[in-house]
Structure formats: structure tokens, C-alpha cells
């Protein structure tokens, strides 16, 4: 899956977040250690709506 992130410079590295996805965000003291951070946190985060969502009738819709 691909997810727009919002990738913000400061002077103590990067912060990243996902639109979205309310709450997920991460840091990094580079860009890449950002987007690597912001790739668990994303699994994680998505591991927890997985589990959220265990024992209900879940349906997918496509959207384009």
C-alpha cells in the first residue's frame, strides 16, 4: 500500500505524519530514519485497527 506522509524539517531532525491516518506519526534525526520510523509506525497502526475490527462483518469498497 502506498500512503501520503507530511514530512517536517526542524532543527532536531524530521517529523513525519500520515494524514490518512489520525494519530500515526513518527520522527527521525534524518529523512530516511523518518520514513523508515513512519513505515512501522504505519504497520503498527494498521495492526491495531485489525484488531479493533476482529469478530465484525468488515466489507472493502474500491474508491478512484
Not at 526542524?10 to 517529523?15: A, K, V, Y
Not at 513518527?26 to 529523512?31: K, L, N, W
Not at 520514513?35 to 485497527?49: F, G, H, Q
Request: aromatic share 6%; net charge negative.
Amino acid at each position: 500500500m502506498r500512503y501520503r506522509i507530511a514530512l517536517h524539517e526542524s532543527d532536531e531532525g524530521f517529523s513525519v505524519s500520515v494524514p490518512g491516518l489520525p494519530g500515526c506519526w513518527s520522527q527521525g534525526a534524518t529523512e530516511a530514519e523518518a520514513l523508515e520510523n513512519i513505515k512501522d509506525a504505519i504497520r503498527e497502526y494498521l495492526a491495531v485497527v485489525n484488531e479493533q475490527l476482529r469478530g465484525e462483518e468488515v466489507r472493502e469498497v474500491e474508491v478512484v
